[in-house]
């Protein structure tokens, strides 16, 4: 069993000295290709602070940017905010919103749905309450129910 592993211990090293000999020589290929004429289609450097010793380099360094006229600038700034616009045609209403309560209404949707369960739980215990205490005339109770709620109708 010990030899097994040593086996396979050796046939793994042999494989990667084989996968590093392959790998040096691609690398030994692509820096035969660089030397090739294809140096051509390669980026010229530009130098922008070093500058070069060599003198087919020096071609290639950029000029030192030289800063503009900030002065024109801000005084062409200053005059743009000294002009006033009029707007004749503004209408106050497009400006503002359609429903300014709209947050407060969402914030309280939720408060006002539990309480309306709320109510309707104890509408319904009342009408309990009222048929048990002795009211036998249903329809009566019934009526009067149906007139409360017209009148909550109407005056809505």
Request: glycine residues 2%; charged residues 40%; proline residues 5%.
């Amino acid at each position: 069993m010990a030899e097994e592993k040593i086996g396979s211990l050796e046939e793994e090293a042999f494989k990667r000295k084989e996968r590093l000999k392959a790998l040096k020589r691609k690398c030994e290929e692509s820096i035969h290709h660089e030397n090739s004429p294809t140096d051509a289609a390669l980026p010229k450097p530009k130098f922008r602070s070093y500058q070069p010793v060599d003198e087919c380099l020096k071609e290639a360094v950029i000029p030192v940017a030289k800063p503009g006229d900030v002065e024109q600038e801000v005084k062409e700034q200053l005059e743009a905010a000294h002009v006033r616009v009029v707007i004749e045609d503004l209408d106050l209403t497009s400006l503002a919103p359609r429903k300014p309560d709209w947050d407060l209404k969402r914030d309280v949707t939720k408060k006002l749905e539990r309480l309306e369960k709320r109510t309707q739980r104890a509408i319904a215990d009342l009408i309990r309450e009222r048929l048990k205490s002795g009211n036998d005339d249903m329809a009566a109770t019934v009526a009067i129910g149906a007139q409360c709620s017209r009148l909550d109708v109407d005056e809505d």
